[in-house]
């Protein structure tokens, strides 16, 4: 039962242009969502959070709106860059911050 | 520098024999994770521990084990009762924020 969906496992988009990453979630429990960017053969990295008690974050290029009505959160990349280019993954946790589910991915492509 | 270091980065090894993969932080960090990747099904968790000499199982705990002797060090044994044992195997560890990834191990078993 995949409780995290990331239902685009691929996007492309013109640098310059925004970028825009969505993810599904079933459980009502979940009350912390994150993103990661993950390059070929590393660890996945950090980038930007949201607690449900918020539907919007921003930290520089990247915005994270989440709707909890419709269990859904999205990643806007703005302007997008090439260096963007990378697997994106939406993660989501229940009442603590550690153990979380992770979405299966897309796979953002930045051209020039 | 702070951070997580797992080692080796890819590791062969034939069916039926047991493998065991390090995971070293000097973070600081209490909890730490082990998770496995394939293409198509993101990052799943194997096990997890909050706490030295304590563990527990994730979603697919089958056929791994694991110990925490050391705050610093999750190795995780990937035994011959793994039935798809080749994958890339993540290891993080936490600060209550956010997870913090090493690199990963490549294993390959044939």
């Known amino acids: 039962d995949q409780q995290v969906k990331q239902n685009s496992p691929s996007l492309s988009v013109q640098e310059g242009r925004i970028s825009i990453l969505n993810c599904d979630y079933t459980?009502?429990?979940?009350?912390?969502f994150l993103w990661y960017k993950k390059y070929p053969a590393e660890g996945p990295t950090f980038l930007i959070s949201?607690?449900?008690?918020?539907d919007k974050n921003e930290d520089g290029r990247f915005t994270v709106f989440l709707n909890k009505s419709a269990k859904h959160l999205s990643l806007h990349i703005v302007p997008s860059q090439p260096g963007d280019s990378a697997v994106y993954f939406c993660?989501?946790?229940?009442?603590?911050?550690?153990?979380?589910?992770f979405g299966t991915g897309t796979r953002l492509q930045v051209t020039l | 520098d702070g951070g997580i270091t797992q080692s080796p980065k890819y590791l062969f090894r034939k069916e039926g024999q047991n493998v065991t993969l390090s995971c070293e932080q000097n973070?600081?960090?209490?909890?730490m994770y082990w998770y496995r990747q394939d293409p198509g099904q993101g990052l799943r968790l194997i096990y997890y521990?909050?706490?030295?000499?304590?563990?527990q199982k994730g979603d697919i705990a089958e056929g791994y084990s694991v110990s925490r002797e050391k705050k610093e060090s999750f190795p995780l044994t990937v035994t011959s009762a793994q039935k798809n044992p080749t994958a890339f195997y993540l290891c993080?560890?936490?600060?209550?924020?956010?997870?913090?990834f090493g690199n990963g191990t490549r294993l390959t078993v044939t």
């Open positions: 993080a560890s936490s600060s209550n924020s956010a997870l913090h």
């Open positions: 459980n009502s429990m979940f009350d912390y």
């Open positions: 949201i607690s449900s008690i918020k």
């Open positions: 993660a989501a946790t229940a009442g603590t911050a550690s153990k979380l589910t």
């Open positions: 973070l600081n960090h209490d909890a």
């Open positions: 521990s909050q706490i030295v000499n304590d563990f």
